[in-house]
Structures are given as structure tokens and as C-alpha cells.
Nanobody, 110 residues
């Protein structure tokens, strides 16, 4: 019955930035992450973060995206800079490898 809700997606031009938010109802989990899925492609890991602050990033977003968490707000965030059309996808928030949000659309186009 864990609820995971993403927000912050939208349409931006190449080179611009977006900040995604994910709120988890009731509690927080040791491991949280962001995944994305583009049309015709498999869902892939974008970034993850542990309660201790350890982070993991997919190769395609290293140096451009930053994941963070706020335990007091039961939330995680994804700051996305220097966006390119290849970043276009539905972005999903995940808690503890098990609970998923419905996704938020990010479209990068000129």
C-alpha cells in the first residue's frame, strides 16, 4: 500500500534543465531510485541513492544529473541539466526495488 508519486516533468528544449520530485507516503526506504523508459526501449536505471548518501548513475547521465533525498519530507529528487532529445522518456520513481510511481513524462525537443 506504499504510494509513490512523481512530479516535475514537462517539455523543454535541448540544453535546458528540469527538477523531478518523488514523494513516498508514510515512510522512507533505504534505497530509492529513478528509472526511465523511452518508447520501444527497456526501462533503465537513471540514478539511485541509499540512506547513507551513496549514489549510482547510469553512464548516459553521469555529470549531468544529480539525485538527492530529504528524509524529513519522504522525498527524493532528480536534478537534470543539459538535457538532450535522448533523455526523452517516462521517468519513474522506485522505492526499495519494489514500489513504483506512475511516471512523469520528460520530453526534450526543439
Amino acid at each position: 500500500q506504499v504510494m509513490v508519486v512523481e512530479s516535475g516533468g514537462g517539455l523543454v528544449q535541448p540544453g535546458e534543465s528540469l527538477r523531478l520530485s518523488c514523494a513516498v507516503s508514510g515512510t522512507m526506504f533505504n534505497i530509492m531510485g529513478w528509472y526511465r523508459q523511452a518508447p520501444g526501449k527497456e526501462r533503465e536505471l537513471v540514478a539511485s541513492i541509499t540512506s547513507g548518501g551513496s549514489t549510482t548513475y547510469g553512464d548516459s547521465v553521469k555529470g549531468r544529473f544529480a539525485i538527492s533525498r530529504d528524509n524529513d519530507k519522504n522525498s527524493i529528487y532528480l536534478q537534470m541539466d543539459k538535457l538532450s532529445p535522448e533523455d526523452t522518456a517516462v521517468y519513474y520513481c522506485q522505492a526499495a526495488f519494489s514500489y513504483w510511481g506512475q511516471g512523469t513524462q520528460v520530453t526534450v525537443s526543439s
